[in-house]
């Protein structure tokens, strides 16, 4: 898996979040052993994410990435966004509608936009896009903001 | 539930709670959770670290709560009685909300429930909604899950 991160605008600190701040866009392109691989660290071994013919024969173009894993790289893009080790416990909740399919060896990016801050948490709205498409949709993340 | 009477299999037993599913929560585990979803901080991979930044030893991702709580997932999608068509099954939406963040050589115990089966015949679709509720050993509620699947022609 490559892991690559906009370096474009200089990221805001969480201190300085307001309603309209951008986080900054994590992008990543998951290979085609991404679903294998997933599948053993989670344990959901359902075929459309690890055999080929199998999926075809459902009507999918191949193997698909599993909406969880795509949820993950949303989760990480928002402890990433707060950085440094007490990240993990920043994220409070999340939440996703997941759209269409998303596959491997397609890059798939995550934007982030700060919705409301609100004594200290982070509301966030969070979109994932692959080749166009939404295939997280109706992210809503709430963080807890370091002090 | 709007299922329609003529041709709906016996009703989903919505609310059923499922036997509570303990689940071990080891280094690796953490480990090969955190490289398969890409997280690079070191407290998910790096027991010195994780111990610097005041954890009592590897630190689980948020989403690694698919692992402790999926476990008792699996019960309620296969639970005969629920009447799940897997091979018809999409996920449609998952929200977790957090307590704390789970470490290494904890025990969590996640309770499944069946909260809301919806047909939407218009397009028929049936929507399962289950419950995750995960607690750790010391009663602190760690993680509940909202796990929505949609069946696709399965009225």
Redesign the interface.
């Known amino acids: 898996?490559s892991?690559e991160r906009d370096d474009a605008p200089a990221p805001v600190p969480p201190a300085a979040w307001e309603a309209g701040t951008d986080l900054p866009t994590v992008t990543?392109t998951p290979d085609r052993y991404?679903p294998v691989?997933?599948a053993?660290?989670?344990?959901?071994f359902?075929p459309i994410h690890v055999d080929d013919e199998f999926a075809r024969r459902?009507g999918l173009p191949g193997r698909i990435l599993h909406?969880?894993?795509t949820?993950?790289?949303v989760?990480?893009a928002q402890?990433?966004a707060i950085g440094g080790?007490?990240?993990?416990?920043a994220?409070?909740?999340?939440?996703?509608?997941?759209r269409g399919m998303a596959v491997p060896d397609e890059e798939i990016s995550v934007t982030s936009k700060v919705d409301r801050v609100e004594d200290g948490v982070a509301i966030v709205k969070v979109t994932a896009r692959q080749a166009g498409s939404r295939v997280v949709r109706n992210g809503r993340a709430e963080l807890r903001l370091p002090d | 539930m709007a299922t329609s009477a003529d041709t709906a299999p016996p009703a989903p037993p919505i609310g059923k709670a499922y036997p509570p599913l303990v689940y071990a929560v080891g280094r690796e585990?953490i480990r090969?959770?955190a490289?398969?979803?890409?997280?690079?901080?070191?407290?998910?991979l790096d027991v010195a670290?994780?111990r610097?930044?005041?954890n009592a030893d590897l630190?689980?991702?948020?989403?690694f709560a698919?692992?402790y709580a999926?476990?008792a997932l699996g019960a309620g999608l296969f639970d005969p009685e629920t009447g799940i068509d897997?091979?018809r099954l999409?996920?449609?939406?998952?929200?977790?909300?957090?307590g704390?963040?789970v470490v290494a050589g904890e025990e969590i115990t996640t309770v499944l429930s069946l909260d809301e089966v919806r047909h939407v015949a218009s397009v028929d679709l049936t929507h399962y909604v289950f419950g995750s509720r995960s607690t750790a050993e010391d009663g602190t509620v760690v993680s509940t899950g909202?796990w929505s699947n949609i069946v696709r022609g399965a009225a």
């Open positions: 898996m892991v990543v991404v691989r997933y053993g660290a989670s344990g959901d359902n459902v909406g969880l894993w949820m993950a790289q989760a990480r402890t990433e080790p007490d990240a993990p416990a994220l409070r909740s999340l939440s996703v509608e997941f | 585990k090969e959770f490289r398969a979803t890409g997280e690079t901080n070191p407290v998910h670290a994780a610097a930044a005041g630190v689980a991702p948020p989403m698919v692992v999926g476990e897997m091979d999409v996920h449609g939406a998952q929200a977790f909300t957090w704390r963040p909202r």
